[in-house]
């Protein structure tokens, strides 16, 4: 079984540049999560679907950050613009429901602003 | 809310003695707990859970405990192996909030051969 697929997997921008993170999660896995890790700290939760609806936003920075996810499987974070402090690894995970189903992680986006 | 935290950010050990990683974690609603291994370039990678129900659960060379009454869960690993180098995190979930996984901070282990 396909693990939760990311792309690309580094990404280098100048700051101000718009910048864009695909996630095709694990086939059936109707959450899909958005997490944001810096350096030396554990995951942060973005935002969450359930299929295609966005059910927990509040950690999002929704002057700058976007997030999509069309059809209720693969998903699309977006930042516009790219500031120095975004500067971190972006990581999409998935599980079959919410609640108490174990999240899978995949590879990370590694963005650094410059 | 909930906060989680890690007792040391780092852990060497000797190849073939056991390790044990420790958490501390702050909301007694807190109701499934888990264990990630990430290593360098990876995603967190899932080893072992337990749910507020249980006090103990073990896997292959792992063992999870947990203590409620003071909010401690540990990861002890058996005869630790080189592969078993890298960042380990304890996550925490409250059913109610649907999902939403806290991380501790990670612990570094280190295997010396």
């Known amino acids: 079984e396909a693990g939760v697929v990311q792309s690309p997997r580094y990404k280098i921008i100048e700051k101000k540049q718009p910048v864009a993170f695909w996630c095709n999660p694990i086939?059936?896995?109707?959450?899909l999560y958005w997490y944001r890790q810096n350096l030396g700290q554990g995951p942060e939760l973005l935002i969450r679907y359930e299929n295609e609806e966005a059910v927990d936003d509040s950690q999002l920075p929704k002057d700058r950050f976007s997030a999509e996810r069309l059809k209720g499987v693969d998903s699309t974070l977006k930042i516009q613009p790219a500031e120095l402090g975004d500067s971190a690894v972006y990581l999409c995970?998935?599980?079959?429901?919410?609640?108490?189903?174990?999240?899978?992680f995949g590879p990370g986006t590694r963005l650094t602003v410059l | 809310g909930e906060s989680v935290g890690l007792h040391l950010p780092t852990l060497s050990v000797q190849e073939g003695d056991n390790s044990i990683i420790n958490c501390a974690y702050s909301n007694s609603a807190s109701d499934y707990f888990i264990w990630y291994k990430q290593e360098s370039g990876k995603g967190p990678q899932f080893i072992i859970d337990?749910?507020?129900?249980?006090d103990k659960r073990q896997g292959q060379r792992v063992t999870v405990l947990l203590n409620k009454t003071v909010k401690h869960l540990s990861l002890q690993i058996a005869a630790t192996q080189p592969g078993d180098s890298a960042v380990y995190f304890c996550a925490v979930l409250q059913k109610n909030q649907g999902g939403k996984l806290i991380f501790g901070q990670g612990t570094e282990l280190s295997v010396k051969p």
């Open positions: 995970a998935s599980s079959l429901t919410r609640g108490i189903d174990t999240q899978y």
């Open positions: 337990i749910r507020s129900n249980m």
């Open positions: 086939s059936g896995h109707n959450t």
